[in-house]
C-alpha cells in the first residue's frame, strides 16, 4: 500500500520558517517529479514547489524565493523549507506526484497556520 505522510505544520507567526517533510512508503518514488501542494480555506488545492528526480525545482510566483523543495532519495522523502511565511501560506499543505497528482495518493496533509 503506497502512503505519503505529511508533517511538520504547525502555528507560525509572520516571517517565520518551518521545514515540512513528506515520507514516502509502499513504493519507490526516486524517479518521480514530486510535488507539494496546498489548498487554503475556500480555495482550490494549488502546486506550489516541484522537484523531479533529476533535483531540477520549479515554484509557484507565490512562493518563490522564500521556499525550497528537496528531496533524500534514500529515504524516499520530500522536503519543504518554507521561510519568510505570510498570512495568505496559511493552508492544509500535501505532497504527491507531480504536476499530475494522483489520486489514490493524497494524505491527510499538514496544517500551516501564519498568524501573530
Do not use: H
Not at 513504493?27 to 522537484?51: C, H, N
Not at 495568505?88 to 506526484?97: F, G, K, R
Request: net charge positive.
Amino acid at each position: 500500500q503506497v502512503q505519503l505522510v505529511e508533517s511538520g505544520g504547525g502555528l507560525v507567526q509572520p516571517g517565520g520558517s518551518l521545514r515540512l517533510s513528506c515520507a514516502a512508503s509502499g513504493r519507490d518514488f526516486r524517479i518521480s517529479t514530486m510535488g507539494w501542494y496546498r489548498q487554503a480555506p475556500g480555495k482550490q488545492r494549488e502546486l506550489v514547489a516541484t522537484i523531479t528526480g533529476s533535483g531540477r525545482t520549479n515554484y509557484a510566483d507565490s512562493v518563490k524565493g522564500r521556499f525550497t523543495i528537496s528531496r533524500d532519495i534514500p529515504k524516499n522523502t520530500v522536503y519543504l523549507q518554507m521561510n519568510g511565511l505570510k498570512f495568505e501560506d496559511t493552508a492544509v499543505y500535501y505532497c504527491n506526484t507531480a504536476p499530475r497528482s494522483t489520486d489514490i495518493y493524497w494524505g491527510q496533509g499538514t496544517q500551516v497556520t501564519v498568524s501573530s
